[in-house]
């Protein structure tokens, strides 16, 4: 993705490794929209914590964040006993899983690199396997999110608003995104469409993240509080819906995505609105049964209670001045509040997965994608 610095614009991938130096580089996405800088982590516990603190964030993204974590790690490994290394690679390896517990993408990236660690005979060979394999999981991510967009952008046509919620772009991806592939690639076709954006409370994704993504791309949008949806799809006003997901089981369709999601759905169908979701390879689970066995994230009620952001500058209306964040308390100061992460829409609710092998019903996924990825 491309984004405009000092009047320039610069490519620059979610995340990437530093072979020299054995870093992890994260886009620092707790900083935007109003500030854009990157952030090494120096060991795998400083890669799992950037994880778990939303350093970096969005399924595909801390896929590829823990893939190179367990290449990290690995490197870091000094000795040349395969015990050791055996032992220590599989604390690496829970570490990072346990960072956070929705998105399947970092248990999947992780397996796949440790299966390409498998046939190494060395410490150092294994070490090599690692970085290798880590980088192809990032370099597939970015070639499943191309992909998506060539799929996707056949459902999109002049004269339509899409809705999205959350944030499924570039930043929640080493490039590109899942949700926003289709709308990026309709827009180089020359397509003129509108998209709303959840705000996505109450971390406030959508307006923090798809918004800035969606403006350095020249897309034509707008926010729109969570609860507007139900309002806009009954004055004809959305004629789509694309979201990303968090995982996505193949034995029966259900999706889990960021809190809201179901809701989407819900109000989706009731309007005859078809409903998407667009996913990488690396978000499906193949093993788990039932949607209601998706660990769902708890977070902080700190997180309702409160919202964050800059004060705005006297005069300047619409942009946030040069200080730093501040939190304010929103709620009532005795009240306490819950804080689920995500939810799961059930698999009728879902018109269909875009995919980067084409676009799947629900309930086809084992049967078409099973054995490809
Ligand atoms: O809590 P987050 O920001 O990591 O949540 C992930 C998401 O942004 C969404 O659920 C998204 O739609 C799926 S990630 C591609």
Redesign the pocket.
Known sequence: MNVTLGGKKKHFRTVSFRPDSNRVALIDQRLLPHTFSLLETENFRQTALAIRN?TT????A?GATAAYGLAQGSRAFRGKSLECFELHVQKVFQVLADARPT?VDPVNAMRQVLAAMAPGTTVAEKQELALRAAEVFADEDVEHCRAIGQWGAELIRDGMTILT????GWL??VDIG??TAPIYEAQSQGKQFHVLCDETRP?S?GAILTAWELAQQGIPHHIIPDNAAGHYMQRGKIQMVI????RVLARTGAAA??IGTFTKAVLAKYHGIPFYIAIPLSTIDWETADGMDIPIEERSEEEVLCAWGRPQVKGKKGTGSSEKSIQVRVANPSSHALNP??DVTPAELITGFITPLGIIKPTELMRKLKGRS
Not at 243 to 246: C, E, I, K, L, Y
């Open positions: 939303m964030r969005g399924a595909g801390i998105a919620h959350c944030n499924a929640a991806f899942s949700a971390r994704q979201t990303g997901a968090d995505n960021k992460g995500f």
